[in-house]
């Protein structure tokens, strides 16, 4: 009994350290979508999906700001949707309207509190390491 519990733990502990070093190529990747003029809002939003998981994190949007919001998974481009829902659920942006590019520029006119939704699109990848990078005009 010891024995499956050490081979299951060692299976877990795994899987996450491939998980992370995963995310962590992506969000290497993901930096090119990103101009030399915008800076990091200083926050790691990241996930590792399966299927047909949704990924959900928060921000606060600030007033009269120019963003940028990057997202990848893998290598891949183009292989994962994201939603920009404000903080009744309502739908401001989703990239499955423009091709699935992998980032968005918008100015921000008020500060809200908002929900980015980031979900695998399963014709194209199974599993993956969903990287979101929001970044602003300096």
């Known amino acids: ?78 292989s994962i949707e994201f939603r920009l829902l404000d903080r009744e659920r309502n739908l401001l942006f989703t990239n499955r309207d423009y091709d699935m590019s992998p980032y968005w520029n918008f100015y921000s006119e008020s500060t809200q509190d908002c929900i980015i939704e980031a979900q695998l699109d399963n014709e194209t990848v199974q599993s993956g390491c969903a990287v979101v990078l929001i970044t602003f005009d300096r």
């Open 1 to 78: 009994m010891d024995f499956r519990r050490t081979i299951l733990l060692l299976a877990i502990c795994a899987t996450a350290i491939i998980s992370y070093g995963q995310c962590d190529s992506t969000a290497m990747i993901l930096e090119q979508y990103i101009p030399a003029d915008y800076i990091s809002d200083g926050q790691s939003y990241r996930a590792f999906l399966v299927d047909d998981e949704i990924a959900e994190f928060s921000t606060t949007l600030f007033a009269g700001v120019d963003y940028r919001v990057a997202v990848m998974t893998g290598t891949e481009v183009k």
